[in-house]
């Protein structure tokens, strides 16, 4: 099969959904398929000369952000996909590449899927430039006539699912679920030994016995990283054995360190500011538990890599955590900061209970292998190609997906 992924987001942005389509792609080469990339044009280190990526002409986005935006020319992008007699077409963005995508479809009569990743009429202001002057009419929708169009979503959760099949947006777009998972070779190539970890957590002057509290990802409004940043604070103050970092960048990045001046300089809170991919598997190991206050997640990947690492989680109750963080297992789902903080400083003083949450952690991550994830994926593409140009009953796959991987 020969199949072209769509994306305005790649390398050396970092986000769930470049995590997801580099694993896809690689996976599915693996397998013995081929798969094109029609993505933006970044920074030359990370130019190929690979004659199935396509580079789009790009600019940066800015904004304090690491995105680029593309300003595709159709025709060429027809002929490229044309050319390698593409059986089916798989979008995972909203924007300029993707619309590419789904025009191609169109054009060459090929089957469309589409992943959605992101709730854009909930978070697009902190997304689009001026998103603030933008009626959240308008968003829904563009986004409603964009997604409509595809012959399948793809949900990476319930949440995610539901969240197109309510009044309002597109209920009669067919949506499967299929959980997002971590490349465990390839996230985790080798674990740090004891003095490895050691070197790192001394060289941001964490001792030995420190606790440190994790964030990993984007450091933006929308993953509520100021209330989670009022609550490291009042935690480094109650218990002096703990430290906090935070590991990313993004548009609060300047802010949210203008407001941990103190905590900075006293050593208590780390901002590492942007992290390569292959590096931050080191800053989950050189922790002891995972922390986050966002409700804008369909799936969290950072999640998942923290499970992988082995680390207890506490988070914010929310519907996109509710197959991967189990209250009391593997950390604990909290209604509020104030819950939160409260949870945080019981597993920091209970060694015990952080060593059996850790073990629960790696345990659920069965439930997230690539190798299921692979075989979901490859059974939604049969499904649509062969229903192509009809559509598929995504209740009828995603039973018989059920019982055939397990």
């Known amino acids: 099969m020969t199949i072209a992924l769509f994306s305005d987001s ?19 080469i693996k397998r013995g398929h081929r798969v094109l990339l029609v993505t933006v044009e970044t920074t030359d280190e990370f130019a190929t000369d690979d004659p199935d990526i396509y580079r789009v002409h790009s600019h940066p986005l800015g904004l304090g952000t690491d995105q680029f935006i593309a300003i595709p020319r159709l025709a060429p992008i027809v002929e490229f996909i044309k050319k390698n007699n593409v059986d089916l077409i798989h979008c995972h963005t909203e924007f300029g590449i993707a619309k590419a995508g789904l025009h191609c479809a169109k054009k060459l009569h090929i089957p469309s899927i589409c992943t959605t990743h992101t709730m854009w009429t909930d978070f697009y202001k902190y997304y689009l430039p001026l998103g603030q002057l933008i009626p959240v009419k308008f968003i829904q929708d563009y986004m409603n006539h964009f997604y409509k169009q595809f012959d399948s979503l793809i949900g990476v959760s319930t949440k ?21 998972a971590i490349d465990e070779a390839k996230f985790q190539q080798k674990h740090l030994s004891a003095h490895e970890r050691q070197k790192i957590r001394k060289s941001y002057g964490i001792k030995d016995k420190d606790i440190v509290l994790l964030f990993l990802g984007r450091v933006a409004e929308e993953k509520r990283v100021f209330e989670l940043l009022n609550m490291c604070q009042n935690l480094v103050e109650r218990n002096s054995s703990i430290k906090v970092m935070f590991v990313g960048n993004g548009p609060a990045y300047a802010d949210m360190t203008r407001m941990a001046a103190k905590e900075i300089e006293q050593g208590k809170i780390i901002f590492t500011g942007f992290i390569e991919w292959s590096l931050v598997h080191n800053f989950y190991e050189s922790s002891d538990i995972f922390i986050t206050a966002s409700l804008s997640e369909m799936h969290s990947m950072t999640i998942l890599e923290a499970e992988l690492s082995s680390l207890p989680i506490v988070v914010r109750r929310d519907e996109s955590y509710m197959d991967s963080v189990f209250d009391g297992e593997n950390g604990f789902v909290c209604d509020s900061e104030d819950e939160m903080e409260e949870r945080i400083l019981e597993l920091v003083q209970d060694e015990k209970l952080r060593k059996k949450m850790a073990a629960r952690s790696l345990e659920l991550t069965e439930n997230f292998s690539i190798e299921n994830h692979i075989k979901r994926t490859l059974f939604v593409y049969d499904e649509v190609i062969k229903n192509y140009p009809k559509r598929i009953n995504d209740i009828d796959v995603m039973e018989r997906m059920a019982k055939k991987i397990r």
């Open 10 to 28: 790649y390398l050396p942005t970092k986000s769930g959904i470049v995590t997801v389509v580099i694993q896809l792609r690689d996976q599915l």
């Open 160 to 180: 995610a699912r539901n969240y197109f099949k309510q009044k309002g947006m597109i209920p009669k777009t067919p949506s499967v679920i299929v959980p997002n």
